[in-house]
């Protein structure tokens, strides 16, 4: 993703809108969506810190690191 090409209305966070939802930004924003779990598998560091186990033994985000990791980001 290349911020410098993304529109934005300030006037839409009154609105409740986002520069993520913005119509413009769309072909920019594809893929995107993923792009942090991406980067989580690709890296055994991340993985260790980001994927944990859940009770039926399948891989999932770890809460307590995605908590820590929005409060800051």
Same mark, same amino acid.
């Given at each position: !993703?290349? $911020?410098w090409r993304l +529109?934005?209305?300030?006037d839409l966070e009154d609105f #409740?809108? $986002?520069w993520l939802s913005y119509p413009?930004? $769309?072909e920019f924003l594809e893929g995107t969506e993923l792009a *942090?779990? #991406?980067r989580i598998q690709g890296k055994a +560091? *991340? #993985? %260790? !810190?980001f *994927?944990? +186990? %859940? +009770?039926d033994r399948s891989i999932v985000l770890?809460?307590?690191t995605i908590a820590i990791y929005e409060a800051h980001a």
């Open positions: !993703m290349e $911020s +529109k934005d209305d300030l #409740r809108g $986002s413009s930004n $769309s *942090l779990f #991406r +560091k *991340l #993985r %260790a !810190m *994927l944990t +186990k %859940a +009770k770890c809460p307590n």
